[in-house]
């Protein structure tokens, strides 16, 4: 059975940094893409960062470029999104997403997903 949990949300101040995690069991996790979703009050969800197989390739959002680095540690089925300079508007619910045999666009764009984590909070205070 596929689990996808995430960890490492939290409430930090404006101009602050969080680092998410998430932990994959269940399958060969170098077999799946994977990425970062997130899901404001009122909002649709919308792919903020996603990362190829092997972790060679990353796609990200415009509105986090510069801002968030997505990143893969295949030996410890890890996913792990830093986010730096947060600002209000990235407060929402976080969601890990993975997509077998696709690639990091088809995640993030296509919404290609196979298993989607519980989600973790991240709230900016200003």
């Known amino acids: 059975q596929v689990q996808v949990v995430e960890s490492g949300g939290g409430l930090v101040q404006e101009g602050g940094s969080l680092r998410l995690s998430c932990t994959a069991s269940?399958?060969?996790?170098?077999?799946?893409?994977m990425g970062w979703f997130r899901q404001a009050p009122g909002k649709e969800r919308e792919g903020v960062s996603c990362i190829s197989r092997t972790g060679g390739d990353t796609y990200s959002a415009d509105s986090v470029k510069g801002r968030f680095t997505i990143s893969r540690d295949n030996a410890k089925n890890t996913l792990y999104l830093q986010m730096n300079s947060l600002n209000p508007e990235d407060t929402a619910l976080y969601y890990c997403a993975i997509g077998q045999y696709v690639t990091e666009y088809d995640i993030c764009v296509r919404r290609w997903v196979n298993n989607w984590g519980q989600g973790t909070q991240v709230t900016v205070s200003s």
């Open positions: 269940g399958l060969t996790f170098k077999d799946y893409a």
